[in-house]
């Protein structure tokens, strides 16, 4: 009898623990989606308890997530403090892994991104090298003390295998294939480092800072060196069996093709992308180009390349058509610079799109241009993993 008394008690303060970081993470979810709020808004908005509301927060409050600050404005008596996502309490980490520069941020809890904590450098030629460079440039963004940073979130290009833990292919920066630099990084820094596929960490990224802040259906399409694709559903990403989803840009359309980094030929990457883009554009003039030249050369002289704009924007469309009819999200948003950053581009992309996409999926489906960076996008990815790992969900 005794033992089951005690059995019965341990089960108790169980639940109780579980129940209490379920509230926390509830909260902690409104204040991402609304912003800081009163104790008495914070109730309002997460259907709590006022009590249980001043529990959750008094505990998040001693374990730095958040922070009080006095309201805006005061003209009123005396309203409550608002609570908001810590910006000096405690610390998070980007690092995005790119083919031409990375980068290396470092904010708050409230995820605010700026260019003063930013850090970018040239992708080293190897693996080793690119390990040292991001220890050191992580290290010079804390000032070499981790007492506050909460995780790193690392974005990276390639096939992210989920299962074995590891970049098991990078078709445009090979330097990654069968390595994994978070957990290397976590050995270097002692500190809790994410791996997340680029795609994904900007799908998380505009969900959590951007424009799909209230949709939980939705897709990205991200146009830069690659074509990647990430796809939310009821508010969960769809990685597949191995986390190898979304990569569309590896679709065959063009069996005669350019070889891809990939090792096929024709790949809608090659045809549909920045990069494609600035390939094509490099070869009208026969000198290379980088992605700031073409972008300069575009402003200026825009109406001289109109035939490789239209090859790449005819392509492009097909890419969204296809993601709009196969997975009918509520929106689709489109990450790039040369034509998805640029209104007048973008538009003749969605009119090609009408062509090319189902009507009534269309009609449906709102297309824009993302507004998160990938430097958020790695931000989110951690920020996501660290509310998962608080407590379940019960939305």
């Not at 209490?20 to 993470?25: A, K, W």
């Not at 690092?95 to 930013?118: F, K, M, P």
């Not at 007492?147 to 590891?166: A, F, K, T, W, Y």
């Not at 035939?307 to 990450?335: D, K, R, S, W």
Request: with cysteine.
């Amino acid at each position: 009898m005794r033992t089951t008394t005690q059995q019965q008690s341990s089960r108790n303060r169980v639940e109780a623990g579980l129940l209490r970081r379920i509230n926390e993470r509830r909260l902690f979810e409104v204040l991402q989606q609304h912003g800081p709020a009163s104790r008495a808004s914070l109730a309002r908005l997460s259907g709590l308890t006022a009590p249980t509301v001043s529990k959750a927060v008094e505990s998040l409050l001693t374990r730095g997530f958040v922070e009080e600050t006095d309201p805006v404005d005061q003209a009123f008596g005396r309203p409550g403090k608002l609570i908001r996502l810590a910006k000096e309490s405690a610390t998070v980490l980007g690092v995005v892994i790119d083919v031409d520069r990375c980068a290396v941020v470092s904010t708050g809890i409230n995820g605010h991104v700026t260019e003063d904590r930013t850090i970018r450098f040239q992708t080293p030629a190897s693996y080793p090298a690119l390990l040292d460079a991001i220890e050191a440039h992580v290290r010079t963004a804390v000032d070499d003390s981790f007492e506050q940073v909460r995780g790193i979130g690392i974005s990276v290009p390639g096939l992210v295998n989920d299962r074995l833990g590891e970049i098991v292919f990078s078709p445009n920066l090979h330097l990654l294939d069968q390595h994994n630099p978070a957990r290397d990084l976590t050995t270097r820094l002692q500190c809790e480092c994410l791996l997340v596929q680029e795609s994904h960490a900007l799908c998380l990224g505009e969900h959590l800072y951007g424009l799909a802040r209230e949709f939980d259906d939705f897709a990205l399409l991200d146009v830069e060196a690659g074509l990647g694709l990430a796809v939310m559903s009821n508010g969960r990403l769809l990685a597949g069996h191995s986390g190898l989803a979304g990569e569309i840009g590896h679709i065959t359309v063009d069996p005669d093709g350019l070889r891809c980094g990939c090792g096929n030929r024709g790949c809608l990457e090659t045809l549909a992308t920045d990069a494609a883009l600035v390939r094509m554009l490099s070869a009208s003039l026969g000198q290379p180009l980088g992605l700031p030249d073409a972008e300069a050369l575009l402003t200026k002289r825009a109406a001289d390349f109109q035939h490789e704009i239209q090859t790449v924007t005819e392509h492009l469309a097909i890419a969204i058509a296809a993601v709009v009819n196969i997975f009918n999200p509520t929106a689709l948003f489109v990450h790039g610079r040369l034509l998805a950053g640029h209104s007048e581009r973008f538009e003749q992309v969605l009119d090609r799109v009408k062509q090319r996409t189902l009507t009534a999926s269309l009609a449906d489906c709102a297309i824009h241009a993302t507004r998160s960076s990938k430097r958020q996008g790695a931000i989110a990815a951690i920020m996501s993993h660290l509310t998962q790992s608080w407590a379940p969900s019960l939305g």
